[in-house]
């Protein structure tokens, strides 16, 4: 299978590509029109400027896994970054399904990322795929992302949804961010740490876009872990696996100075996300334990030649 990929160098997009060669598939990314390599180009849309896409950079693919999008984590939500995250996301969907509509042999399936921000904060409610949509920005801005990628059902295109959690892996992301107070003795919970912290270890999002793009599945995925945890428990389970202390909690109101109102969608809302679809079509996660993947990303590994501990 030929998958073109947007978002291609970023921390899923990496993972996705080595998944999918591992597995035999060509991972062709979709690359920056002023990127280094050969390839199929675009530059999406930011900053006001419409974005453009070449005329073959889809032709010969049997799918595409689209996972652009500027980083929802950088910074506070300034109008200007919200409108530079909406562009990045709604505005330039739309470019890759118009693009689709003019090819006269399309893709077969269209794996699209998107969010668990979706839900909003919602508290102890348990939220399957069935669950509608919260309110907020993070919500609205994926409400909006997601009816860009269904307009490629019209187009005969099978599409899926993955709504990812807070993705774990060492080098990218949000668990480097979480690590270094943790080191340095003064890590702890999230304002109260009550609310619910959907997270999935990154092996097993690049092994659920492998199985969305082989399955006969559409609509929304639930990409997360299938064990719940609230942000205290995340923080303990970080603690004993960095053999740290997690007893200084920051506030709720200093996250706020910090991030103003994301800090309320990204760090302090409760999703108590569930994968229903996955765990009902049998889907087997590598990690589903938080502690068990913690472990798995901190863990040194022995260099080539070196025997394993017993």
């Known amino acids: 299978m030929r998958v073109v990929v947007s978002g291609s160098s ?73 409108a530079a995250l909406r562009a990045s996301r709604i505005d330039a969907t739309r470019l890759l399904v118009d693009h689709l509509g003019t090819l006269v042999e399309r893709p077969r399936v269209l794996v699209a990322a998107s969010a668990v921000g979706a839900y909003g904060d919602r508290g102890d409610e348990l939220l399957t795929e069935d669950a509608p949509l919260g309110s907020g920005f993070l919500a609205e801005l994926v409400r909006d ?11 005969g295109v099978r599409v899926v949804r993955l709504r990812f959690g807070v993705v774990l892996a060492a080098h990218s992301g949000a668990l480097p961010r979480m690590v270094t107070p943790m080191k340095l ?51 303990r389970a970080l603690g004993r696996v960095l053999h740290r202390p997690a007893l200084f909690p920051a506030p709720a109101f200093a996250l ?7 800090a309320d969608e990204l760090l302090l809302a409760s999703q108590r996300v569930v994968p229903a679809r ?33």
Do not use: C, K, Y
Request: net charge negative; charged share 20%.
């Open 10 to 82: 970023g921390l899923v997009g990496t993972a996705v590509r080595e998944q999918l060669a591992a597995e035999g598939h060509e991972a062709q990314p979709l690359l920056r029109g002023d990127a280094e390599g050969s390839g199929p180009r675009w530059i999406a849309p930011s900053g006001g400027e419409a974005g453009w896409i070449a005329p073959n950079a889809l032709a010969g693919a049997d799918a595409v896994v689209h996972l652009a999008g500027a980083s929802i984590g950088e910074g506070r939500w300034t109008e200007r970054r919200r």
């Open 145 to 155: 992302w997601e009816r860009e990628v269904m307009r490629a059902e019209a187009l």
């Open 185 to 235: 003795g003064v890590g702890g919970r999230l304002g109260s740490g009550r609310q619910w912290m959907p997270w999935v270890a990154l092996p097993d999002v690049a092994r659920a876009i492998s199985w969305a793009l082989t399955e006969p599945v559409s609509g929304v995925v639930n990409v997360v872990a299938p064990e719940q945890v609230t942000n205290a428990e995340f923080t």
């Open 256 to 262: 706020r100075l910090l991030l103003g109102g994301a």
């Open 278 to 310: 996955l765990l009902a079509a049998g889907f087997q996660f590598a990690q589903p334990s938080v502690d068990g993947a913690l472990r798995a990303i901190f863990t040194p590994r022995p260099a080539a030649g070196e025997p394993r501990a017993a």
